[in-house]
Nanobody, 131 residues
Framework: QVQLVESGGGLVQAGGSLRLSCAAA?????????MGWFRQAPGKEREFVAA????????YYADSVKGRFTISRDNAKNAVYLQMNSLKPEDTAVYSC???????????????????????WGQGTQVTVSS
């Protein structure tokens, strides 16, 4: 069983920055799996934020965060990060990380933005951006 634990959320003013972390507490071959970040605001569907391939060679972003957020990974630490800059009130949500169903996947960007592509999810961390 893979356990994913997010941290780094909090309250920040608009224009500020936060760095979210997601650590895989168990599970082998973390480096073989793509990782994604999703978010869910109150009363809204969960939506894709960013993803990074297992190799780290490609990253994908939702249009709403492109240019402001950066996803990265450190396979030596079994961790993936989401650097969030220029935060806006509409970024307020619970942010969750997720692990790909399949190792070494090699698909188009649409695959990595779909919730169905991920088999394991963390509990999430709250990000609140005040205006």
């Amino acid at each position: 069983q893979v356990q994913l634990v997010e941290s780094g959320g909090g309250l920040v003013q608009a224009g500020g920055s936060l760095r979210l972390s997601c650590a895989a507490a168990s599970g082998r071959a973390f480096s073989s799996y793509a990782m994604g970040w999703f978010r869910q605001a109150p009363g809204k569907e969960r939506e894709f934020v960013a993803a990074i391939r297992w190799s780290g060679s490609n990253t994908y972003y939702a249009d709403s965060v492109k240019g402001r957020f950066t996803i990265s990974r450190d396979n030596a630490k079994n961790a993936v990060y989401l650097q969030m800059n220029s935060l806006k009130p509409e970024d307020t949500a619970v942010y969750s990380c997720a692990r790909d169903r399949y190792p070494r996947s090699d698909w188009s960007g649409n695959y990595y933005s779909s919730e169905m592509s991920y088999a394991f999810w963390g509990q999430g961390t709250q990000v609140t951006v005040s205006s």
